[in-house]
Nanobody
């Protein structure tokens, strides 16, 4: 059974930093696309960043230059380093994984972690 558990969320002032982690267990495919999504109040879930098993990354325009996605394969953990945070980054952040990049149709999801950025 595939299980994803996010951690690292919290409250921070604008300009601050947070690092989110997503511990993945039970996923045995050597091919993957690992994603971070977020959903703010009253908003649709949106893709933030992704990384695939070839090491190719992609970012939403709104976070380029501020967020960095990485994966530690040995620890089976996905990370999202978030710098220069803005109030509009406030949302519940979710990690998701599948064998291919399928966006919101990814097969496996975590439960989410709250990020709150105050001005």
């Amino acid at each position: 059974q595939v299980r994803l558990v996010e951690s690292g969320g919290g409250s921070v002032q604008a300009g601050g930093s947070l690092r989110l982690s997503c511990a993945v267990s039970g996923y045995t495919d050597s091919t993957y696309c690992m994603n971070w999504f977020r959903q703010g109040p009253g908003k649709e879930r949106e893709g933030v960043a992704r990384i695939d098993s070839d090491g190719i990354t992609g970012y939403a325009d709104s976070v380029k230059g501020r967020f960095t996605i990485s994966v530690d394969s040995a620890k089976h953990t996905l990370y999202l380093q978030m710098n220069s945070l803005k109030p509009e980054d406030s949302a519940i952040y979710y990690c998701a994984v599948d064998d291919l990049c399928k966006g919101v149709h990814s097969a496996y999801w975590g439960q989410g972690t709250q990020v709150s950025v105050s001005s």
